[in-house]
């Protein structure tokens, strides 16, 4: 199982970009990694995965060296909107799905 | 519209009452799995489904049951809630579980207060 680590909060501003780093040290050549936002009271929400390299969508980017031992979720432009709880996941332990304990971003105007 | 949808949203029950919470999903996933989310804690896993008939457990099984007779359904069942039990559930599928942790949609949560 790959253990992630990432920062407990952040702060940032509107209309700044914001990236989370996630750390995965043992990453199985197998695992994909998915980003989740959390507002709440509410469901964790798909944001992005990938496997390798740089991923992006409408939402994000997502941003994974070579050696994949780390990733970074990448927030273009973000608003008071953005702000939310942010998890990283890695791979699973047999058919589990492991979450942490996420990132706090908050955005300030 | 693809949804996970979960009853009911709150519940307000008594030590030793069981009841069930219902979840149910109009994708046709094979993967469904509860979880509790508690302050400080985070999201944890509390069963998971592969499919019809096959169900595992999580990383906080104790005190839950569930079943898989229906692809679309997966309900939780607390034979005897206790106070620990308080917490916010969420359940929710995706097409696979495993390696991958592909896209998983998420029910609107049943907020569950035990006395």
């Known amino acids: 199982l790959a253990k992630t680590t990432q920062p407990i909060s952040m702060d940032s501003y509107e209309g700044q970009e914001v990236n989370i780093t996630c750390s995965h040290n043992n990453i199985a050549t197998n695992d994909y990694i998915t980003w989740y936002q959390q507002f709440p009271s509410q469901g964790p929400r798909f944001i992005i995965q990938g496997y390798k390299t740089k991923v992006t969508n409408e939402v994000a980017s997502l941003f994974i060296p070579a050696d994949r031992k780390s990733s970074t979720l990448s927030l273009p432009r973000v608003s008071l909107s953005d702000t939310a709880v942010y998890y990283c996941?890695?791979?699973?332990?047999?058919?589990?799905?492991?979450f942490g304990k996420g990132t706090r971003l908050h955005i300030l105007p | 519209e693809a949804q996970v949808t979960q009853n009911p949203r709150y519940l307000i029950t008594v030590t030793g009452k069981k009841l069930t919470v219902t979840c149910s999903q109009n994708?046709?996933?094979?993967?469904m799995s509860w979880y509790r989310q508690d302050p400080g804690l985070g999201l944890r896993q509390i069963y998971y489904s592969m499919n019809v008939e096959v169900t595992d457990k999580g990383d906080v099984p104790e005190g839950y049951k569930v079943s898989r007779k229906e692809k679309r359904n997966f309900p939780l069942i607390l034979e005897s809630p206790s106070p620990n039990q308080t917490s916010l559930y969420f359940c929710?599928?995706?097409?696979?579980?495993?390696?991958?942790?592909?896209?998983?949609?998420f029910g609107p949560g049943t907020r569950l207060t035990v006395t």
């Open positions: 996941l890695v791979g699973a332990r047999d058919d589990k799905i492991i």
């Open positions: 929710a599928s995706s097409n696979s579980g495993g390696r991958h942790s592909y896209e998983q949609y």
């Open positions: 994708m046709n996933h094979e993967y």
